[in-house]
């Protein structure tokens, strides 16, 4: 089935950091969504991304829909402790409900 | 608003056995999914439905079978458990209109099968 390629799959920063991460696909999608999931709960939205080019904030995290599509990324900037968790990337193709995951990069942040 | 709810949280099985893990939406979401979520593999599309009647198999259905009476509920069954079906078990729920708003996620079932 399809792939989505996130990387790195995992990341030990320091407080204070800022990160980035990143996700690609041979394949073009029309929606790019960025998830959080904490220890022992179910990933909730972050970002949604809907056009080629978009950029769109949510507090210290900024996210990007690739100009080819077939791309996208996520920055947390001054990273605390609460930003722990994993990141997955999840993209839609045409009008399927059906999402795509990426396995996910794995945030600690020391403090 | 409660979201998804999924039940039990935690749950051990013994090979053979067979249980339904529960979910349910309060959000009249029509589309409706079950993943099962192992360390470092990200999250495996079970079974989905579309709509009340309507299921398809994802990525990964043998061993499992799931039902849609109603739009709220979508049991997920596990018949003869095996230990490769030990992981966590995510449901989720979405709709679209012109837009599409993504999933929303029940807090997992975490499943044990010794």
């Known amino acids: 089935g399809q792939q989505l390629n996130q990387s790195p799959q995992s990341m030990f920063i320091q407080e204070g950091e800022d990160v980035s991460m990143n996700c690609t696909s041979s394949s073009i999608f029309n929606t790019w969504l960025w998830y959080k999931q904490e220890p022992g709960e179910g990933p909730v939205l972050l970002i949604a991304l809907y056009k080629a080019g978009e950029l769109t904030s949510n507090g210290r995290l900024t996210a990007q829909f690739g100009i080819t599509r077939k791309d996208s990324f996520l920055n947390i900037s001054a990273s605390i402790p609460s930003d722990v968790g994993i990141y997955f990337c999840a993209g839609r193709q045409g009008g399927s409900e059906k999402l795509v995951f990426g396995k996910g990069t794995k945030l600690t942040v020391n403090p | 608003n409660a979201g998804v709810t999924q039940t039990p949280k935690f749950r051990i099985l013994k090979i053979g056995q067979s249980m339904t893990l529960q979910c349910a939406q309060d959000m009249n979401h029509n589309y409706m999914y079950w993943y099962r979520q192992d360390p470092g593999m990200g999250l495996k599309l079970i079974y989905y439905?579309?709509?009340?009647?309507?299921?398809d198999k994802g990525e990964v259905p043998n061993g499992y079978n799931v039902s849609r009476s109603t739009t709220e509920d979508f049991p997920l069954r596990l018949e003869l458990a095996a230990p490769s079906q030990t992981s966590v078990y995510f449901c989720?729920?979405?709709?679209?209109?012109?837009?599409?708003?993504?999933?929303?996620f029940g807090s997992g079932t975490r499943l044990t099968v010794v």
């Open positions: 989720a729920s979405s709709y679209s209109d012109t837009n599409f708003y993504g999933y929303t």
């Open positions: 439905s579309v709509g009340a009647g309507i299921t």
